[in-house]
T-cell receptor
Framework: AQTVTQSQPEMSVQEAETVTLSCTYDTSESDYYLFWYKQPPSRQMILVIRQEAYKQQNATENRFSVNFQKAAKSFSLKISDSQLGDAAMYFCAYRSYGGATNKLIFGTGTLLAVQP | KAGVTQTPRYLIKTRGQQVTLSCSPISGHRSVSWYQQTPGQGLQFLFEYFSETQRNKGNFPGRFSGRQFSNSRSEMNVSTLELGDSALYLC?????????????FGQGTRLTVV
């Protein structure tokens, strides 16, 4: 069975600074997807960034980028130029490849605080 | 394009009662997944429906059930409610097929069991 681990329950960053959130996972599959979701106080889960395991290039979305290390089964999220609106719970998630399921396996989350 | 709609947003029930939650996916999406979120257990997968068929199920007791209608709308039902069922229930919709399928979440239903 696949597992996702986020070892940082809470993180804090100064506005305009850079912060990196860690995620490790365990799987025996060779092809899969990894995601970072953001959950603000409104509770709605918002997709931040997605990485397909077969792609070696790290995904980027504006100020958000990932460091995907497939061999190490590591998938960290870097937020550059942090903004107050980035304050939220961040979840790392895993999904198997293939059309048989859309089941997401989530980590326990990292609560990010942004200090003005 | 309308997003994923979950109703009701908040619900208070008494132990032993049953409850039905509803999820309307994005138009054209055929897959609906349900998750339970609690402070203690985090986000846990309940089940997934695709074209009216359950195609994946998490480790929850039989008191938790669901269904999907021909218009892709989904309901989940919890019978004989327990205090531990108090949680945020999230619904996610996606196309359901192919590689590039992203899950879009609703705002959730906050269930409190007293």
């Amino acid at each position: 069975a696949q597992t996702v681990t986020q070892s940082q329950p809470e993180m804090s960053v100064q506005e305009a600074e850079t912060v990196t959130l860690s995620c490790t996972y365990d799987t025996s599959e060779s092809d899969y997807y990894l995601f970072w979701y953001k959950q603000p106080p409104s509770r709605q889960m918002i997709l931040v960034i997605r990485q397909e395991a077969y792609k070696q290039q790290n995904a980027t979305e504006n100020r958000f980028s990932v460091n995907f290390q497939k061999a190490a089964k590591s998938f960290s999220l870097k937020i550059s130029d942090s903004q107050l609106g980035d304050a939220a719970m961040y979840f790392c998630a895993y999904r198997s490849y293939g059309g048989a399921t859309n089941k997401l396996i989530f980590g326990t989350g990292t609560l990010l605080a942004v200090q003005p | 394009k309308a997003g994923v709609t979950q109703t009701p947003r908040y619900l208070i029930k008494t132990r032993g009662q049953q409850v039905t939650l509803s999820c309307s996916p994005i138009s054209g999406h055929r897959s609906v997944s349900w998750y339970q979120q609690t402070p203690g257990q985090g986000l846990q997968f309940l089940f997934e429906y695709f074209s009216e068929t359950q195609r994946n199920k998490g480790n929850f007791p039989g008191r938790f059930s669901g269904r999907q209608f021909s218009n892709s709308r989904s309901e989940m039902n919890v019978s004989t409610l327990e205090l531990g069922d108090s949680a945020l229930y999230l619904c996610a919709s996606s196309l359901g097929e192919g590689r590039n399928t992203e899950a879009f979440f609703g705002q959730g239903t906050r269930l409190t069991v007293v």
